[in-house]
């Protein structure tokens, strides 16, 4: 999308029809939980527009919750039992029941969010936070967000400033893992020195690197 989708403002519904883009098995490609089978449930919508923002999420359907679940069930088996919920940004619209009927049928859910939405979930939901830069400076991180947070990702560029290191959001208070992962711009000389840059960093400073492996293996 690279900036160019419309912000959207978070949606208060009963939660019982969602805005899905897709909804895919594949391996989690990045963050805690790389490697691991997966259902990933795409939603549409940002309330932010990352000028590097690289997925597609504005080519959405409403679907019933029940017609959501039904899907997943349908994607996923003994081995995908990790649901990944991301966007977008899920948190826009009220993924409470959703996630609810996901723990309570056993799966392991994990969110990933830009932390400026905040929503009651089910205990059981890992919540994966990653920053982003809004007028030169990273958007806060909600204060009733920060303690239920498992993980911050930051993405990193060497050459866009605002992104070549890894600000305090509040990940400190709570010891939260922090996660560094090269921004993806399209360009191999590029991505290369953000790479270098994220390793660097993860080696300086106790991070923990995160590569998109999902790209490296060619798959969704």
């Known amino acids: ?28 490609g990045e963050g805690p939980y790389v490697g691991w089978p997966a259902v990933f449930l795409r939603l549409g919508g940002c309330n932010l527009a990352c000028e590097f923002c690289d997925t597609e999420f504005e080519n ?26 991301t966007g977008g940004e899920p948190l826009r619209q009220n993924i409470v029941p959703l996630c609810t009927m996901l723990v309570a049928m056993g799966h392991h859910v ?17 919540i994966i936070c990653s920053p982003k830069v809004t007028n030169g400076k990273y958007h806060p991180v909600r204060e009733d967000l920060l303690a239920r947070i ?22 400190s ?19 290369a020195r953000n790479t270098a840059r994220a390793a660097e960093l993860a080696q300086s400073q106790g991070y923990r690197l995160s590569l998109q492996i999902h790209k490296i293996l060619g798959i969704p």
């Open 1 to 28: 999308m690279h900036g160019m989708n419309p912000k959207r403002p978070p949606v208060q519904s009963d939660g019982l029809t969602l805005d899905v883009q897709e909804i895919f098995p594949t391996l989690q």
């Open 150 to 171: 498992d993980a911050f990702k930051f993405i990193i560029s060497e050459d866009d400033s605002a992104y070549r290191d890894v600000a305090e959001v509040g990940q």
């Open 110 to 126: 994990q969110i990933e969010t830009n932390g400026t939405i905040y929503r009651e979930l089910p205990e059981g939901v890992d």
């Open 173 to 191: 208070v709570h010891g939260t893992p922090v996660y560094v992962q090269p921004m993806d711009m399209h360009d191999k000389e590029q991505n």
């Open 60 to 85: 959405f359907k409403e679907m019933s919750l029940e017609d959501v679940i039904s899907e997943i069930e349908q994607k996923s088996n003994e081995q995908q039992k990790l649901i990944v919920i």
